[in-house]
């Protein structure tokens, strides 16, 4: 088992700036790709952003290219979104999820086994 704890979302103007964290603990080994997923009100859980635990490889929703950057601190097991030039639509409760199976990163929420409890981020305009 792996568990995942998010912190880090918050009311921010739009323009501004947030960084949120998310930290693994349990049978972390098993890790293969960290993702972040977002989740909008009346909307499905979507794919933001992605990183291959070992070599740090990453991937980006064509939505947040450009202004969110993930990467990840393998001694604290802890993976990072920053996230800059904030929209009122990026507002949501963001979750960080941990896939095992070795089949590439996933775009998509089925494919990850572990999922933190998500933290709001509200974008005001």
């Known amino acids: 088992q792996v568990q995942l704890v998010e912190s880090g979302g918050g009311l921010v103007q739009a323009g501004g700036s947030l960084r949120l964290s998310c930290a693994a603990s349990?049978?972390?080994?098993?890790?293969?790709?960290m993702g972040w997923f977002r989740q909008a009100p009346g909307k499905e859980r979507e794919f933001v952003a992605g990183i291959y635990w070992s070599s740090g490889s990453t991937y980006y929703a064509d939505s947040v290219k450009g202004r969110f950057a993930i990467s990840r601190d393998n001694a604290k097991n802890t993976v990072y979104l920053q996230m800059n030039s904030l929209k009122p639509e990026d507002t949501a409760v963001y979750y960080c999820?941990?896939?095992?199976?070795?089949?590439?990163?996933?775009?998509?929420?089925?494919?990850?086994?572990?999922w933190g409890q998500g933290t709001q981020v509200t974008v005001s305009s």
């Open positions: 999820a941990a896939q095992r199976q070795r089949l590439g990163l996933s775009l998509a929420p089925l494919q990850y086994d572990y």
């Open positions: 349990g049978r972390t080994f098993s890790i293969y790709t």
